[in-house]
């Protein structure tokens, strides 16, 4: 496996116009490059971290491949039929294969092919993103639980589609795009419809009349003054979520708050500080604010850091 990290989107602004654009589905799942080499699958966290263990039903070789390198995110369907990170969540923690192949046959994974970055030795990177989709759209992924997703040229289009059926949004890529492994680029725009984020946990508290049930997280924003308190999260903690969480922290615990700021005495009273390492989702009612608004805990995010935020 190439030493390759995956291009990233920029914020925004509006949605493009104009035949030099092409547009995709944002896809709420896990960032993952995909290498075959001497007939075997490995797959790679946008980290670099290995996770093929993970996902045991996306390892088959396309056919007829020899070789390739590709870009794409490991997706999962909830209950209503909409991708979705927390469906995920059970799954990127398990190593144990037998755990692991009961999950997959319960929370089967796919993994949504969007560009190719190598084929048969061959280095794509330099090639403009309508030639690397047109070799991709090339390959026969049926038997590898691998997807190419659709591209359209109507991103106005696309982006109320999308909103309409609660997908997260679009990603907005020049046609004549290069790969730039590990850049952030303005060539490619994502367009999120839920005011979702990843924040630090800094600590937690515990449920009224408990010391070791977990019922809310203290989560900040790294900033150039150190990391900024952004408030309290207990909206989407359910039991499993506690277990699991009060595991993952109390390693962690700390004598002093992380945040650089101060914070506030009604959340700060009963609160066990942590190491600021965990990064987690929090959905929020509108964003900019100081404090979120009626933030929803969503899921633990091991595929990033602190210091990606």
Known sequence: MPDLRPMLATAGTHVPRGEEWCH??????VRALAALDGGAVTLTSRNGNRITPAWPELVTPPAGVRDLVVDGEIIALNERG?????????????????????LAARIPATYMVFDLLRLDGEDLCGLPLDERRRRLAGLDLARS???VPVEYDDGAMLFEATRAQGLEGIVSKRRDSTYRPGERSHHWLKFPHRHRGSFVVGGWRAQVGTSDRLAALLVGEPTAGGLAYRGRVGSGIGPKQ???????????????????DEV??????GTTWVEPVVVVDVDTHGLGYE???????QGVRTDLSPEDL
């Open 291 to 297: 404090r979120l608004r009626q933030p929803s805990y």
């Open 264 to 269: 506030p005495r009604v959340d700060a009273e």
């Open 24 to 29: 995709e589905v944002k896809w709420d799942g």
């Open 82 to 102: 909409i991708p979705d990170f927390r469906v995920l969540a059970e799954r990127m923690h398990v190593r144990n294969a037998a755990a692991v192949a009961r």
């Open 242 to 260: 506690s277990r699991a969480l009060a595991a993952l922290l109390s390693p962690l615990a700390r004598a002093s708050s992380p945040f650089a």
């Open 145 to 147: 639980g691998w997807q």
